[in-house]
């Protein structure tokens, strides 16, 4: 049973930085993009970034561009979302998803349990 | 950015009702459309991918329809599971794009 797990998320100082990680099991990660999305309390779905299956590409949000990073780990099943200069508003679950693919309209078909940000002084 | 607009944000049903919860993306997307279920605690499970193809293991009372800017996804035969918050999302571009959310209460 494919499954992604986050972990690395906690409690930081504003203009701090934090590295959250995702981990998949039943499946192999390099055959996937995959989407980091967030959920700040109470509030909707936001789509942070991506990584290519073979991270020759990634694509993110503008509130994420130069702050963010996602990268692959080329020897483990797992990648990152590096979060640096971090700010109130990014408080947030942070969920890792992987893409269908084309043939299913490239949706989120498999979804972490998400790791809690909270950026506070 | 495409902008995605759900309607209603809120609807309240009941057990063997019909509900239809509507999207509306700010530019032509095709098919290239999602739907997704959130429970509370939980993290969103994919129901339908473009547009009106149901994923693997959703019970067959959920559907999708649409194309180009205006997408519906109807839950007939309502169940009390299915009580939850749903979302569509466009899958065309980046940014990809959620809509609000619609909250289906009892």
């Known amino acids: 049973q494919a499954q992604l797990v986050e972990s690395g998320g906690g409690v930081v100082q504003p203009g701090r930085s934090l590295r959250l990680s995702c981990a998949a099991s039943?499946?192999?990660?390099?055959?996937?993009?995959v989407h980091w999305v967030r959920q700040a309390p109470g509030k909707g779905l936001e789509w942070v970034a991506v990584?290519?299956?073979?991270?020759?590409?990634?694509h993110y949000a503008d509130f994420a561009k130069g702050r963010f990073t996602v990268s692959r780990d080329p020897f483990r099943n797992t990648l990152d979302l590096q979060l640096n200069s971090l700010r109130a508003e990014d408080t947030a679950l942070y969920y890792c998803?992987?893409?269908?693919?084309?043939?299913?309209?490239?949706?989120?078909?498999?979804w972490g349990q998400g790791t809690m940000v909270t950026v506070s002084s | 950015d495409i902008e995605m607009t759900q309607s209603p944000s809120s609807v309240f049903a009941s057990v063997g009702d019909r509900v239809t919860i509507t999207c509306r993306a700010s530019q032509g997307i095709n098919n290239w459309l999602a739907w997704y279920q959130q429970k509370p605690g939980t993290a969103p499970e994919l129901l339908i991918y473009a547009a009106s193809s149901l994923h693997s293991g959703v019970p067959s009372r959920f559907s999708g329809s649409g194309s180009g800017t205006d997408f519906t996804l109807t839950i007939n035969n309502l169940q009390p599971e299915d009580f939850a918050t749903y979302y569509c999302?466009?899958?065309?571009?980046?940014?990809?794009?959620f809509g609000q959310g619609t909250k289906l209460q009892i």
């Open positions: 039943g499946f192999t990660l390099r055959s996937h993009d």
């Open positions: 998803a992987r893409n269908s693919g084309y043939n299913f309209g490239d949706a989120f078909d498999v």
């Open positions: 999302q466009q899958t065309k571009t980046f940014p990809r794009t």
């Open positions: 990584i290519w299956f073979d991270a020759t590409n990634e």
